[in-house]
C-alpha cells in the first residue's frame, strides 16, 4: 500500500533545516502501523508529508502509494487516490459547515475517480447517521468547521470525517493528544471498526495509550528524523515503561 | 432641433469569456442625442408622457444640476480615480424600439431578441416565473420591459410597475413621496438622476398587507455610452412588508458606462422593507478597460417601529460608490446594513452606509465584509450618527476585510457622532488573508485550490449572504466565485 525509501525532508522556507533523515517504511494493505517517537523527532512531519503539506520539500528519496509516485501530487489529488489525515490541530474555519464541507469533498472524489456523486438524500442520511455514531453534538456541526469546538470536539470531527470519506490510507497525527478516556475510546472504535483488508492506518502518537484500544501490526520509534526501532506490539509497552531515554545521544 | 427618430442598430463585440454576462443584444434602439440640456429633459419627459409637476420637479433638478458642475461640486472625497467625465458625451436617452413603434403591452410584443437576451440572463419572464415565485420588472437600457404577475397583485392592492407607468397611474403616490427621502439636491449625481431619470420601478404595498412573493427588478445597460439613470421608489404603508431584489448586468464596452441611480425607500409605522442587491455591472477588462461606473444614492426613511434592511453583493462595476442608507426617523425603528464589496483586477469600491439616528430606541446593525484581489482597491466608508432625540439607541458595526494577493488595498473609514449620552455603540473590525493552513485543510479532504479558496470566502461571506433569499444566496456564491477566477492560486 504505502512504500517509502529513504526520505529526506526539510522546511521548503529554509533549505538548511533537516527534519527527516532518512526513512525507510513499508505500509502493507490492511496492516496498522504506529509511529512513535519523542516530541521533535519528525512525527508530525512525516504524516504531513505523507499528505502533500507545501511547508515541506523532500531533497531525496521516494513515496510510493500501491505502486505509484505520489511525489509530485498535490494534497487533493492524493485525497482522491483515498489518503487521508486526522489532523493534530484541525484549523477553524468560519461560516463552512461540516456538512456542507464534507458533502464538496466527497463530490470532488467522485468527479476525480469518474465515480457517482451521493444524492443530497443519500448523503444526509450517511452524515446523520456517522453524527450519531461519533458522538458530535448535532447543534455543535451545524456551526463553522472547528470553530468553538473543544479538543475533543475537533478530534471527534476529525473521527467523522474519516468515517464518512472512507479513505484507503488513514494517518493519524496524535490523534489522542489531548483527550479523556470517553474521547479516546470514540477515536480507537473510529479506528477499529474501518479496519479492513483494503485499509492501511498509520498511526503517529506520543504516549502509547491509544494503542492499548488498537492494537497495531507494527510499531515503529521515530527518534531525530529517523527509525531507530521497528517491532511489535510490545514494543510501544516497552517505550511506555522505560521512556524515549535510551535512543537519545 | 432634436431628432426624435435617431434610431442606431447595434451589432454585438464581445471575445472577452470572462464575463459572462458580456453579450450585447442587437435590437433596435431608439436613442436621443449625446449631452444633456434642458431639450434633452424636456425630450425625456415628453416621452413618458408625465405630468407638468414632474417636468417642473427635472428642470429644478437640471438647474441645480448644471450649478454644481459649474462650482465643480462633483464628489471627490472617496477613494476611487478614474478620468474626469464628460457629461455631454453621454446619451441620457436610449429606447428599444418595438416593431410597432409603441411600448409592448404584453410579452408577445416585446421584440423576441430581447426575450433571447433575458433567457441568457436567466430571467424566466413566462410562466416559469410562477414557480419561481418572483415578479420582475425588467429595465432594459431605460425602459422598462415588462411586469409579470401584475394581475396577481394588484388583487392584493399591491402596486409594482415601472416608474413611468406609476407617473400615469398612480401619480398621487408619486408627488408624494418621490423626493422625500433623497430631495434632488441631496448630491451630484441625485441632481443628475432627478433631472434626467428614463425609468425604474415603483412599488406599493397597502396597509397590513404582506407581499406574498419576492418583487424583483433586473437592471441591464446595452446601449454603448449610454447612461442609466432608474428611479426606485418603494413605499410601504403602515404594517406591511415586502423583499425587493435588484439585480443588474451590462455587456462588455471598452468605454466607461456611467450609471447613476437612485433608490428611495419610504416604511411607515411598523412596516419592513427587505431590499437585496446583486449588483455585476461589468467590472472593466483585466487590465481595468471600461467598466461601469456605478454610482448610486440609496436611502430609506423608517418610520416609527418600522425596519428597513439592505443587503448586497457587490462583485461589478469598474467604479463603486454607493452608501444605502438609513435614516432611523420613528423610535424604536430598526436599520440594517449587509454587505460584501468584491473588488478584483482594477476595480474600486468605496462602499458602506449611514445609519442616521433620529428617534429614540432605535436600533443599527452594520456588517460590511470587503473583498480585495488582484489590483483592488475596497474602502468601507460608513457613518452612524446619533442625534441629540435619538434616547437610547444602539449601533453595532462589524467590518471585515479579507485580502488575496499582496497588490490589493483595505481600508476602513467608519466615521461615528455621537449627541446624545444614552447610545450605546459597537464597532468590531479585522482584517485576514486566506491561511495556508485552512487551505491544507481542505485540499487534504480532496477539493482543489479554488474549490477551497471558493469555499473559504463564501463561508467568511457567510452571515451576509444567508440574509440573502435562497436563490438569490446561491446566485451570489456563484458570482463570487466566478470573480475571482484567476485570482487564486
Known amino acids: 500500500m504505502l512504500k517509502i525509501s529513504d526520505l529526506h525532508v526539510g522546511l521548503t522556507a529554509d533549505n538548511n533545516v533537516k527534519i527527516l533523515k532518512g526513512i525507510d517504511l513499508d505500509v502493507p494493505s490492511g496492516e496498522v502501523h504506529a509511529i512513535m517517537g519523542p516530541n521533535g523527532g519528525g512525527k508530525s512531519t512525516f504524516a504531513n508529508v505523507l499528505m502533500g503539506r507545501p511547508d515541506y520539500q523532500i531533497t531525496t528519496g521516494t513515496i510510493e502509494f500501491k505502486g505509484e509516485s505520489i511525489l509530485d501530487l498535490p494534497p487533493d489529488a492524493r485525497a482522491h487516490l483515498g489518503i487521508f489525515m486526522a489532523f493534530q490541530y484541525p484549523v477553524e474555519i468560519p461560516g463552512v459547515r461540516p456538512f456542507q464541507f464534507l458533502k464538496a469533498a466527497l463530490d470532488s ?28 453534538n448535532a447543534n455543535l456541526i451545524k456551526r463553522s468547521l472547528n470553530e468553538g469546538f473543544s479538543g475533543g470536539e475537533k478530534k471527534r470531527n476529525e473521527i467523522l ?25 470514540i477515536v480507537a472504535e473510529g479506528v477499529n471498526s474501518q479496519r479492513s483488508p483494503d485499509r492501511s492506518f498509520l498511526i503517529v502518537t506520543h504516549y502509547q495509550r491509544l494503542l492499548n484500544y488498537i492494537k497495531p501490526d507494527r510499531v515503529h520509534i521515530l527518534v531525530d528524523g529517523k527509525i531507530v526501532e521497528t517491532g511489535g506490539p510490545e514494543l510501544a509497552v516497552k517505550v511506555e515503561k522505560s521512556g524515549y531515554k535510551e535512543y537519545l545521544t | 432641433m432634436i431628432n426624435k427618430n435617431n434610431t442606431i442598430s447595434r451589432k454585438s463585440e464581445l471575445s472577452n469569456k470572462d464575463y459572462k454576462w458580456g453579450f450585447s443584444t442587437d435590437v433596435e434602439t431608439e436613442l436621443a442625442p449625446k449631452g444633456l440640456s434642458e431639450d434633452i429633459v424636456r425630450l425625456i419627459s415628453s416621452k413618458k408622457k408625465e405630468p407638468d409637476w414632474l417636468l417642473e420637479w427635472r428642470l429644478k433638478a437640471f438647474r441645480h444640476w448644471v450649478d454644481l458642475e459649474d462650482k465643480d461640486m462633483e464628489p471627490n472625497w472617496a477613494r476611487v480615480q478614474y478620468p474626469r467625465m464628460d457629461f455631454q458625451d453621454i446619451y441620457y436617452y436610449a429606447a428599444p424600439v418595438s416593431k410597432k413603434d409603441k411600448a409592448p403591452n404584453s410579452m408577445e410584443e416585446v ?56 407617473t400615469q397611474k398612480h401619480p398621487e403616490l408619486v408627488k408624494k413621496y418621490l423626493g422625500s427621502v433623497v430631495p434632488y439636491t441631496d448630491n451630484f449625481y441625485a441632481s443628475l438622476n432627478s433631472a434626467v431619470f428614463s425609468d425604474g420601478s415603483f412599488a406599493y404595498i397597502p396597509p397590513g398587507v404582506k407581499c406574498p412573493m419576492e418583487l424583483m427588478t433586473y437592471f441591464r445597460i446595452n446601449t454603448e455610452g449610454s447612461g442609466q439613470f432608474e428611479r426606485t421608489l418603494i413605499i410601504a404603508d403602515k404594517g406591511s412588508y415586502v423583499s425587493y431584489l435588484e439585480g443588474c448586468t451590462a455587456p462588455m464596452r471598452k468605454t466607461s458606462q456611467l450609471h447613476a441611480a437612485v433608490v428611495e425607500l419610504v416604511a411607515l409605522d411598523d412596516s419592513e422593507i427587505k431590499y437585496s442587491t446583486i449588483q455585476n455591472w461589468f467590472p472593466g477588462t483585466k487590465d481595468g478597460e471600461g467598466g461601469v461606473y456605478n454610482f448610486v444614492t440609496k436611502r430609506g426613511r423608517a418610520e416609527s417601529s418600522a425596519k428597513i434592511s439592505w443587503t448586497q453583493v457587490e462583485t461589478g462595476s469598474a467604479i463603486t460608490w454607493k452608501y444605502p442608507s438609513v ?19 482594477h476595480q474600486q469600491a468605496d462602499t458602506g452606509t449611514k445609519m442616521i439616528h433620529i428617534g429614540r430606541n ?32 444602539t449601533n453595532h458595526t462589524q467590518c471585515d476585510s479579507l485580502l488575496i494577493g499582496d497588490q490589493c488595498g483595505a481600508h476602513t473609514v467608519p466615521y461615528i457622532q455621537v449627541r446624545n449620552p444614552s447610545a450605546k455603540l459597537e464597532h468590531e473590525a479585522s482584517t485576514s488573508k486566506v491561511s495556508d493552513d485552512q487551505l491544507f485543510y481542505l485540499m487534504s479532504r480532496g477539493l482543489s485550490e479554488e474549490e477551497a479558496h471558493h469555499m473559504i470566502i463564501t463561508g467568511w461571506s457567510r452571515d451576509v449572504i444567508k440574509e440573502l433569499p435562497f436563490e438569490f444566496a446561491i446566485e451570489a456564491s456563484q458570482l463570487l466565485k466566478v470573480s475571482l477566477e484567476g485570482a487564486v492560486g
Open chain 2, 111 to 166: 421584440d423576441p431578441e430581447m426575450l433571447e437576451a433575458f433567457e441568457k440572463l436567466g430571467i424566466p419572464l413566462n410562466e416559469r416565473e410562477k414557480l419561481a415565485g418572483v415578479a420582475v420588472d425588467a429595465v432594459f437600457d431605460s425602459v422598462s420591459i415588462a411586469t409579470t404577475f401584475g394581475e396577481k397583485l394588484s388583487e392584493m392592492g399591491i402596486i409594482f410597475c415601472s416608474f413611468t407607468e406609476a
Open chain 2, 362 to 393: 432605535t436600533k443599527s446593525t452594520i456588517v460590511s465584509k470587503g473583498i480585495s484581489a488582484g489590483k483592488g482597491s475596497n474602502t468601507y466608508r460608513g457613518g452612524v450618527q446619533i442625534m441629540p432625540t435619538a434616547e437610547n439607541a
Open chain 2, 327 to 345: 435614516i432611523l426617523k420613528g423610535d424604536n425603528s430598526v436599520g440594517e446594513f449587509f454587505s460584501v464589496a468584491l473588488a478584483n483586477n
Open chain 1, 161 to 185: 470525517q474519516l468515517e464518512i470519506l472512507q479513505p484507503v490510507l488513514a494517518i493519524m497525527d496524535e490523534t489522542d493528544s489531548g483527550l479523556d478516556v470517553d474521547a479516546l475510546k
Open chain 1, 109 to 136: 472524489r467522485a468527479d476525480a475517480t469518474g465515480q457517482k456523486k451521493l444524492s443530497a438524500r443519500e448523503f444526509t442520511k450517511r452524515f446523520d447517521e456517522k453524527v450519531v455514531q461519533v458522538g458530535i
